[in-house]
């Protein structure tokens, strides 16, 4: 399907851009690197009719801040995170993340607060709708659920599929967002309603500005894995980011895992955080702790792949990222 | 690179396409841009089986911009193939450029041609269509059971397409009941498609002669052409069909399309060139898939290996229409009775219309599905034997002599040559000794493959070469061919085997295809024949010219034409030194002598030769997330005489690449309820990424040249593309011992094998 005809307005900073959509109300959407929101628009998933244009907006560099956190404007282009030596030095798990993201072509366009606040996405909400799943999905206004035809009226199983949110809810990351009644500072789990029909807690006019790093604790490890099926240019079948860190006597003080591509919106595994904190990480713990994960985060069959197949694929893959988070740590005390 | 003489075949010259195609000057159909043209798009089915009852384009014809709207009312109802080859086994003619009916969801049912693509596309959403349901069957289990729907009204019984083919070789039961060992097993193979690059595309365009051009994405020109005037009612000289360069066909570019036909329709009607490009997703909806193939296989072995017996059946699921189903059918079960030797066989194939989308001609036309299940059975056959599988297939590799299933006897040993150069050079005796991975979770394995498959569709179809080599005075030469460029580097080869024959540079020769109106006829570039057939015209046709040429030169000379030759552009008396004359002196205008006008026309009939090939490879199995990775492949091929190195290797690291899709992460599913489309496109439809591609040492033998082949040149485009499959599954069963008989092989039935295999082991 063809890209229909829309407005453009190109915003001159933030704050402009706030202003332009809070005045266009519900009919315009804001536009960073394009990649998710113009493909959404050519299958019939999004239809703004006026995108209000942050691409003239340059991003500032990544910069530390005096309190040691670092902040990373959300404009950011997910090639430059990758590449950016501040990131890469104090947070490799978010360059990691954003590497993790589509091909080249897409990180050079797209942006990290464009990949927080992705569509979710459906086998079927996402196929062109000129001759196929014509009539509307409750997700696209209609009175029907293609992919979970038995689900109540107005539940959206649609999955939220974004690299980047689990490491940085793994970091325990802010973002700043501006909107109408001014800034506020958001954890990455509030960005998320885990409804599949409105993913995003954001207004019309919310902005999200810059995402804060808090200074990395000493004796902290990262793992991070995306499977897939292919090398890249993929969504993930499952996303999953831990960090790890270590007491002074070699135990958890603290985990922190979430997991991407699982459900309607990024998941904290808390339950089994909780399994690690305090104890004396070995093989076996971090096997238990991934089990937990993926069992608590129930994860939605999505693209083919079966709830089963998730929960296998998480407990396997999220003990090796834990394993991987756990070597670091030790590494970096 | 400019070489001259013998060393041009051989030898990877720089390809006549390249530069046009990587700088992006090289024309595709889809680049051409007339005054006036207008754009079209075709209305698409929301059911999969259903007659039409009403059909409304008034609100599409109001919208402004909209020229003209065609629909089953207003197009031509004529009753024609869908592929080329018309008239033969191979196809069915079982379709209408529209009809009163569809038979898949997402089926054209109407075309629009505007002023823009966007005008034409909103018209669509104006078109109203009501339909009246009928029970769709989307299985060849639910199309052949009682009650079922009848798809075609054209078919042989019910929902089977033609009279079931049944091959017969000595006597089964005899041979079963000598066996010590008797196999069987059920094999299903799933439904990648092509996915070539460049989307369907064409324009048409009528001048006031009341003649058509059409620039069209198609492997067979000349069929476009002779389908299109069938249908339309015109004489071939009022059709003429161009091709430039290609974005890739895969086989499925030999059907004719329904745009094809609505494009010169809207463009009669508008009195205005049309374009009409397929989107991405129309490729696979409205494109060609691979059958999905359902195999029963059974076999008969002595203790010592021999094969005594070979019994199958096979339904491949045609879709919708019947496409090649017969040609698919008919090759892909005749090749059971070869590759390796039983003198009892006993084979039965049948085709089976469903309402899921289209599948046609695809690189490995039914032997992709039946090799699959042959080679994996006899790596099952090795393990309850307890012999090597490279012995078992070597003891039983056809040979010289042996009858192909095409009716003629194979000529050279190929196969077993593949097979003992590959083991040879991955040490196959030591890797089977080699220890084995107790710890972690990574389980290696190696595994091979045998394939053949004939160059030209002999005997389905007799097949033609046609080609025309003319020299300029200057010495240079122009070959007029009708073979499609579909991005093999077809007219490069050829180009190749003019200049040897002609004793001139590469660079001498030019080559003019792509356009019915100039070049001699052409059957279509497919089944692996090009260069092997059109080759060898292109050859007959230069030794013409070459003829021709040292006749003038003698007279010159004044010494006879036959103790002449010509190298390197010079033309000599052989064994004497200094009588000597250039090509371009030979052929140049001289006082009150005219230049010569030297024309050579090639006509070849090939019955078939076959090239074989043997795949090792290696893959890493992780038992704890069931993923497989390929880790390396050693394909071992047999083509006679390599033309070109570079584009042969090209072709079988391509077919490797399809092969593991195939195998692996591809397949085009459609709802089993609705017949809806689930993945048709490249986000969701995964075909394997330079990323996921392993090495590949790619061996190249000429071991046994085929006479009928230029230089006994064989084909290579289908090869590649069969053996590479059971390779993997094989290779997955040395390294987790879980044997699979489907694909593509998900690492979720992965993992549920292991488990499976766990708890029967416990």
């Known amino acids: 399907m063809l890209l229909y005809d829309f407005d453009y307005e190109r915003a001159g900073g933030i704050e402009d851009a706030v202003a332009r959509l809070a005045s266009l109300g519900r009919e315009a959407r804001a536009i960073a690197g394009g990649t998710d929101l113009l493909p959404n628009m050519r299958s019939a998933v999004a239809g703004p009719s006026v995108l209000v244009g942050l691409g003239g907006i340059e991003p500032e560099p990544p910069v530390r801040l005096p309190d040691g956190s670092i902040r990373i404007d959300a404009l950011t282009r997910l090639a430059d995170l990758v590449d950016a030596p501040l990131v890469a030095a104090h947070a490799p798990l978010v360059a990691a993340a954003a590497h993790a993201v589509g091909g080249n072509q897409i990180r050079q366009m797209g942006t990290l607060g464009g990949n927080l606040c992705q569509e979710a996405r459906c086998l079927q909400y996402n196929q062109c709708h000129d001759y196929q799943f014509v009539a509307g999905c409750y997700k696209r206004g209609g009175d029907c659920c293609y992919a979970f035809p038995q689900n109540k009226p107005g539940v959206c199983w649609a999955v939220h599929m974004s690299d980047v949110a689990p490491a940085l809810i793994a970091l325990d990351a802010r973002l700043d967002v501006v909107g109408e009644q001014g800034a506020r500072r958001l954890t990455v789990e509030a960005l998320y309603t885990g409804d599949g029909m409105r993913p995003l807690a954001l207004a019309g006019a919310d902005l999200i500005r810059a995402v804060i790093l808090p200074p990395p604790p000493p004796r902290a490890g990262w793992g991070f894995h995306k499977a897939t099926v292919r090398g890249g240019l993929e969504f993930g079948m499952a996303v999953m980011a831990a960090r790890l860190v270590l007491g002074a006597d070699g135990t958890c003080a603290e985990a922190r895992i979430a997991l991407g591509a699982v459900r309607e919106r990024p998941v904290r595994a808390e339950s089994a955080e909780r399994l690690l904190a305090g104890a004396a990480p070995d093989e076996g713990l971090l096997a238990r702790a991934a089990a937990e994960a993926a069992r608590a985060a129930s994860p939605l069959p999505h693209h083919g792949f079966s709830k089963r197949g998730l929960t296998d694929a998480i407990r396997v893959h999220l003990k090796r990222t834990l394993a991987a988070a756990l070597e670091r740590a030790r590494a970096a005390g | 690179m400019s070489r001259v003489g013998s060393s041009i075949v051989g030898t990877s010259v720089k390809r006549t396409d ?472 077809a007219h490069t080869a050829l180009a190749q085997i003019v200049a040897e024959e002609l004793g001139l540079a590469f660079d001498a020769v030019s080559v003019v295809h792509g356009d019915t109106d100039i070049v001699p006829w052409d059957i279509g570039a497919f089944a692996s024949h090009t260069t092997f057939m059109v080759g060898r015209a292109a050859q007959m046709a230069a030794a013409e010219v070459k003829r021709q040429l040292l006749q003038r030169a003698g007279e010159q000379l004044e010494v006879a034409a036959e103790d002449l030759e010509v190298r390197d552009g010079v033309i000599a008396v052989r064994g004497v030194a200094g009588r000597r004359i250039t090509v371009r002196e030979c052929m140049g205008p001289k006082l009150g002598i005219p230049a010569a006008n030297l024309v050579g026309n090639g006509t070849y009939t090939p019955t078939k030769s076959y090239s074989f090939a043997a795949h090792f490879v290696e893959v890493q199995v992780d038992i704890a997330t069931g993923q497989i990775d390929v880790l390396q492949v050693i394909p071992v091929h047999e083509v006679g005489k390599v033309v070109h190195p570079i584009a042969a290797a090209g072709q079988i690291e391509g077919g490797i690449q399809q092969g593991i899709g195939h195998t692996l992460t591809e397949d085009y599913v459609i709802d089993p309820a609705t017949g809806r489309s689930l993945n048709a496109g490249f986000v969701d439809y995964k075909m394997p990424l330079s990323l996921d591609m392993p090495p590949i040492r790619t061996i190249l033998l000429e071991t046994a040249p085929d006479p009928g082949g230029p230089y006994g040149a064989k084909g290579i485009g289908e090869d590649p593309i069969i053996a590479i499959g059971p390779a993997i599954a094989n290779a997955v069963h040395d390294a987790i011992g879980v044997r699979f008989r489907h694909f593509p092989i998900t690492p979720e039935q992965v993992l549920a094998a292991l488990k499976e295999k766990a708890g029967a082991a416990a």
């Open chain 2, 18 to 489: 390249v530069i046009g195609k990587v700088t992006g000057t090289a024309r595709y159909a889809g680049d051409v841009k007339l005054a006036g043209m207008l754009h079209g798009k075709m209305k698409r089915s929301t059911i999969a089986h259903a007659n039409i009852r009403r059909i409304d384009a008034s609100r599409a014809l109001a919208l402004p911009g909209v020229k003209a709207v065609l629909t089953h009312e207003n197009v031509p109802r004529v009753l024609h193939y869908g592929a080329p080859h018309p008239r033969s086994i191979s196809v069915t003619c079982d379709q209408y450029i529209l009809d009163r009916k569809v038979r898949y969801w997402g089926e054209g049912v109407a075309a629009v041609a505007a002023t823009s693509e966007e005008i034409a596309e909103e018209a669509l959403d104006l078109i109203e269509v009501e339909y009246e349901p009928l029970p769709a069957v989307f299985t060849v289990e639910a199309a052949q059971a009682p009650g079922a729907p009848q798809i075609h009204e054209t078919a042989y019984a019910g929902n089977v397409l033609f009279k079931p083919v049944v091959v017969t070789r000595g006597d089964v039961a005899q041979g079963f009941a000598e066996a010590d060992l008797v196999i069987e097993g059920e094999y299903e193979t799933g439904r990648p498609t092509p996915a070539y690059m460049e989307p369907n595309v064409c324009v048409c365009q009528w001048d006031n002669t009341g003649k058509l051009t059409v620039w069209v994405s198609t492997q067979a020109a000349f069929m476009v052409r002779g389908i299109l005037a069938e249908v339309l009612g015109l004489p071939l000289t009022r059709v003429r069909v161009l091709v430039d360069h290609m974005g890739g066909g895969f086989g499925a570019k030999q059907d004719l399309f329904q745009h094809e036909f609505l494009c010169a329709l809207l463009a009669k009607e508008t009195r205005h060139p049309v374009r009409m490009e397929y989107t991405r997703g129309e490729t696979f909806v409205g494109g060609r898939s691979r059958h999905p193939c359902k195999i029963w296989l059974k076999q008969g072995f002595k203790r010592d290996g021999t094969i005594v017996a070979r019994e199958a059946r096979t339904v491949f699921d045609s879709g919708a229409y019947g496409s090649h189903g017969p040609g698919v059918t008919i090759v892909g079960t005749t090749a059971l009775t070869s590759l390796y030797r039983c003198e009892n066989v006993r084979l039965e194939g049948r085709c089976v219309y469903t309402n899921a989308p289209i599948a046609g001609a695809f690189r490995g036309y039914g032997v992709v599905q039946t090799y699959y299940a042959l080679d994996i059975q006899m790596d099952e056959a090795a393990e309850r034997l307890g012999m090597d599988p490279v012995e078992l297939k070597l003891k039983n590799a056809v040979r010289e002599g042996d009858m192909a299933p095409s009716d003629h006897p194979l000529v050279g040993h190929g196969l077993e040559d593949c097979i003992r150069r590959g083991a040879a050079e991955v040490g196959w005796a030591a890797l089977r000794q080699r220890p084995r991975e107790q710890a972690g979770t990574l389980r290696r394995g190696w595994g091979m493959g045998c394939e053949m498959h004939g160059s030209s569709a002999y005997p389905g179809i007799k097949e033609q070469g046609n080609a025309i080599v003319k020299m300029n005075e200057d010495g240079t030469a122009v070959l007029l061919t009708g073979a499609a460029g579909l991005g093999t580097g």
